[in-house]
Antibody, heavy 116, light 110 residues
Framework: QVQLVQSGAEVRMPGASVKLSCKAS????????MHWVRQAPGQGLEWMGW????????NTAQKFQDRVTMTRDTAVNTAYMELSRVRGDDTAVYYC??????????WGQGTLVTVS | QSVLTQPPSASGTPGQRVTISCSGS????????VSWYHQLPGTAPKLLIY???QRPSGVPDRFSGSKSGTSASLAISGLQSEDEADYHC???????????FGGGTKLTVL
């Protein structure tokens, strides 16, 4: 069965970087885009970007273009999202989600990033 | 403030039919498909509707989606207590070249 397992919670000081991982299993990792979405406490969902694991091509939301780097390692079926120069309003749960038919059909369990 | 507009809250009684709206523009809902997600507190969102009106395997047919012009709707019939959750709409925006989510609607089953 399709599973996306994300790395554990992180705490960072303002100005630091954080790199999150999302390990995929149960399907062809290179056959589907991977989206990154975040949700601040009590807020809605916010799309951050996608990566095409096949070619490593990325598309990042303009808001994050200078701070987000998405990569992948096809040898271990894992996608990564690094957020640099974090600040308090980056405190959120970060999700990876498999993209298909213009939607996201499977989601990781989420990683809480706390900036303090 | 989200580009896709949803009512912050909705409510209904068990057995009732409720609808949740999602309003956008020509560059997002007007040009692309809409998806809907269901989210219980403390858990990841779950896909409910894709391609405007398609249900993934396992989603009850009590849930239905529709789209007209630059707006979309999610309808839930035969409301059940376990339907109490947050509901989010989403669509791609061609002008921004970004994915968009609505602000989310909290559904309360009275």
């Amino acid at each position: 069965q399709v599973q996306l397992v994300q790395s554990g919670a992180e705490v960072r000081m303002p100005g630091a970087s954080v790199k999150l991982s999302c390990k995929a299993s149960g399907y062809s990792f290179t056959g589907y885009f991977m989206h990154w979405v975040r949700q601040a406490p009590g807020q809605g969902l916010e799309w951050m970007g996608w990566i095409n694991p096949s070619r490593g091509v990325t598309n990042t939301a303009q808001k994050f273009q200078d701070r987000v780097t998405m990569t992948r390692d096809t040898a271990v079926n894992t996608a990564y999202m690094e957020l640099s120069r974090v600040r308090g309003d980056d405190t959120a749960v970060y999700y990876c989600a498999r993209g298909t038919y213009g939607a996201s059909d499977f989601w990781g369990q989420g990683t809480l990033v706390t900036v303090s | 403030q989200s580009v896709l507009t949803q009512p912050p809250s909705a409510s209904g009684t068990p057995g009732q039919r409720v609808t949740i709206s999602c309003s956008g523009s020509s560059s997002n809902i007007g040009s692309n498909t809409v998806s809907w997600y269901h989210q219980l507190p403390g858990t990841a969102p779950k896909l409910l509707i894709y391609n405007n009106d398609q249900r993934p395997s396992g989603v009850p047919d009590r849930f239905s989606g529709s789209k007209s012009g630059t707006s979309a709707s999610l309808a839930i019939s035969g409301l059940q207590s376990e339907d109490e959750a947050d509901y989010h709409c989403a669509a791609w925006d061609d002008s921004l070249n970004e994915g968009l989510f609505g602000g989310g609607t909290k559904l309360t089953v009275l």
